[in-house]
C-alpha cells in the first residue's frame, strides 16, 4: 500500500509538505523514492533515500526539495520549497527501484500557479 498526500495548489515560490505511508513490505528494506508525472510526460525520479538516510535528487530539483524518511512509521516525506511552475505534477512515492508495472497508489496532485 502507498498513500500519498499533502498535494495542493501553491503559488510559484511557494513550499509544500507531501507525506507518503507505504506497508512495511514496500518500506522496510527498501531505498525509497518520489516520484512525478506532469501532463503528456513519462513518470521520473525525483528524490531518493537509502534505509540509512543517504539522498539523492534530480538536477531539477537540487537545493530546492528535501527527501526524509521516518523508518519507524514506514512514512517518507518530501518537502518542497521554492517551487515553480514546472514542478506542477501528479507526485507519487515507491521503492527504487520500481517498475511501471508496479502498484503506485494515487499519488498526489500538486499544482504550481499564480
Known amino acids: 500500500q502507498l498513500q500519498a498526500s499533502g498535494g495542493g495548489l501553491v503559488q510559484p515560490g511557494g513550499s509544500l509538505r507531501l507525506s507518503c505511508a507505504a506497508s512495511?513490505?514496500?518500506?522496510?528494506?527498501?531505498?525509497m523514492g518520489w516520484y512525478r508525472q506532469a501532463p503528456g510526460n513519462q513518470r521520473e525520479l525525483v528524490a531518493r533515500?537509502?534505509?540509512?538516510?543517504?539522498?539523492n535528487y534530480a538536477d531539477s530539483v537540487k537545493g530546492r526539495f528535501t527527501i526524509s524518511r521516518d523508518n519507524a512509521k514506514n512514512t517518507v516525506y518530501l518537502q518542497m520549497n521554492s517551487l515553480k511552475p514546472e514542478d506542477t505534477a501528479v507526485y507519487y512515492c515507491?521503492?527504487?527501484?520500481?517498475?511501471?508495472?508496479?502498484?503506485w497508489g494515487q499519488g498526489t496532485l500538486v499544482t504550481v500557479s499564480s
Open positions: 533515500i537509502t534505509l540509512r538516510g543517504s539522498e
Open positions: 512495511g513490505s514496500i518500506f522496510r528494506f527498501n531505498i
Open positions: 515507491n521503492k527504487f527501484p520500481a517498475h511501471p508495472a508496479n502498484y
